[in-house]
T-cell receptor
Framework: NAGVTQTPKFQVLKTGQSMTLQCAQD?????MYWYRQDPGMGLRLIYY???????DKGEVPNGYNVSRLNKREFSLRLESAAPSQTSVYFC???????????????FGQGTRLTVV | RKEVEQDPGPFNVPEGATVAFNCTYS??????FFWYRQDCRKEPKLLMS?????NEDGRFTAQLNRASQYISLLIRDSKLSDSATYLC????????????WGAGTKLIIKP
């Protein structure tokens, strides 16, 4: 049972470089999310996708783009990395975003990104 | 003021003891709450959902106090394996999929 798989697990970028974080889930979930987690702060939503073909901004979307490639895959792209984007990134999925009060969010193992 | 606030801890508790910590929320309209557990350098995992009547699962009990706008988590007979960070989450109505996460309370169970 793979659940939610994220790659890579670790990455170091230089300022201005770009990269794409990959995420795939095998639970046939409709909703997928990208969060960042910084010390002393709660998880903050970057982007989410309520269903295949739709994406919406979350709390902190600036500097990021996303693609819901198909129902399984949701990628996060940093076009021009900045030191402020140093963080731990988590992808998550849930069965039904609208019914989130009744459903569990499953997380990937996280990507530790450092921008120097 | 943060929407969801937690004491960051750490709470250092001897094995076998009972420990409780609270989480306050600012949006009085919130009706759904969750406790997630996050082990060091791991992803969050759902521990419990908290609805109006509270919830109990084995050694874990979660309660909701609407009047004072906080939820609590009680752990009885604590185990070494309970050491983790506990994240409080609220789901305000009409939040458009945005769960609001607290920064977490770190719990360390000592032998």
């Amino acid at each position: 049972n793979a659940g939610v798989t994220q790659t890579p697990k670790f990455q170091v970028l230089k300022t201005g470089q770009s990269m794409t974080l990959q995420c795939a889930q095998d639970m046939n979930h409709n909703s997928m999310y990208w969060y960042r987690q910084d010390p002393g702060m709660g998880l903050r939503l970057i982007y989410y996708s309520a269903s295949e073909g739709t994406t919406d901004k979350g709390e902190v979307p600036n500097g990021y783009n996303v693609s819901r490639l198909n129902k399984r895959e949701f990628s996060l792209r940093l076009e021009s990395a900045a030191p402020s984007q140093t963080s731990v990134y988590f992808c998550a999925s849930s069965e039904d975003g609208q019914g989130l009060m009744n459903t569990e969010a499953f997380f990937g193992q996280g990507t530790r990104l450092t921008v120097v | 003021r943060k929407e969801v606030e937690q004491d960051p801890g750490p709470f250092n508790v001897p094995e076998g003891a009972t420990v409780a910590f609270n989480c306050t929320y600012s949006n009085s309209a919130s009706q759904s709450f969750f406790w997630y557990r996050q082990d060091c350098r791991k992803e969050p995992k759902l521990l419990m959902s908290v609805y109006s009547s509270g919830n109990e699962d084995g050694r874990f009990t979660a309660q909701l106090n609407r009047a004072s706008q906080y939820i609590s988590l009680l752990i009885r007979d604590s185990k070494l394996s309970d050491s983790a960070t506990y994240l409080c989450v609220s789901f305000p109505p009409y939040s458009n999929y945005q769960l609001i996460w607290g920064a977490g309370t770190k719990l360390i169970i000592k032998p």
